[in-house]
C-alpha cells in the first residue's frame, strides 16, 4: 500500500472519531451515520482540501453535508 492510501486511511480514521466526539455517538455510529449520508464520499471526493483544515472545521462541514443528505444530527 502506498504512503498516500495509508495517510488517507490515518486521516479518516482521525476524523471519525472526531466527529463521534463532537456529536456525542460512539465510532461505529459515527461510521455508519456517515456512511449513511454520504459524508464518507464527500470526504473522499474533497479530500485534497480537507485535509488541510482543522478537524473541527471538517466535523462542521460533514455535519453540515450529512444535514442536506437527510440526516439529523446537529
Known amino acids: 500500500m502506498s504512503k498516500s492510501v495509508i495517510d488517507r486511511i490515518n486521516y479518516l480514521v482521525a476524523l471519525i472519531t472526531e466527529f463521534a466526539a463532537a456529536h456525542h455517538i460512539s465510532t ?7 456512511q449513511k449520508y ?3 464520499d464527500f470526504v473522499e471526493k474533497y479530500y485534497d482540501v480537507e ?8 466535523v ?3 455535519t453540515a453535508y450529512c444535514k442536506r443528505m437527510g ?3 446537529v
Open 38 to 40: 454520504k459524508g464518507l
Open 71 to 73: 440526516g439529523a444530527l
Open 51 to 58: 485535509h488541510t483544515f482543522s478537524f473541527d472545521n471538517t
Open 28 to 34: 461505529s455510529q459515527a461510521y455508519e451515520y456517515l
Open 60 to 62: 462542521e462541514d460533514l
